[in-house]
């Protein structure tokens, strides 16, 4: 299973982005996709999840403000964001859950500026 992250960039506060995961290959215990996040100088944190049933988890510092949405049919996961803010500035991580193991992509850069 490889993962592929794209969607990353510079954006001003209050500005939004849509990152998109695309997962190829394929392990049938995967359930729950989604992203976590890690900025300089700290330890990666989830910041959304969601199961193959669309069932949703988010980190209280983005309830509100970002969305996790996902096509099975296309493997693909989303996260749109909005609403952005200068702690928002991390390296976005696509994750994919097994039962046995965890798959992650390569990462994709947001910046947020003043």
């Known amino acids: 299973v490889q993962l592929q992250a794209s969607g990353g960039g510079l954006v001003q506060t209050g500005g939004s982005l849509r990152l998109a995961c695309a997962r190829s290959?394929?392990?049938?215990?995967?359930?729950?996709m989604g992203w976590y996040r890690q900025a300089p100088g700290k330890m990666r944190e989830l910041v959304a999840l969601?199961?193959?049933?669309?069932?949703?988890k988010y980190a209280d510092s983005v309830k509100d403000r970002f969305i996790i949405s996902r096509d099975n049919a296309k493997k693909m996961v989303y996260l749109q964001m909005s609403t952005l803010k200068q702690e928002d500035t991390a390296v976005y991580y696509c994750?994919?859950?097994?039962?046995?193991?965890?798959?992650w992509g390569q990462g994709t850069l947001v910046t947020v500026s003043s």
């Open positions: 994750i994919a859950e097994g039962v046995y193991r965890n798959y």
């Open positions: 290959g394929n392990d049938l215990s995967i359930n729950g």
């Open positions: 969601i199961t193959r049933d669309g069932v949703t």
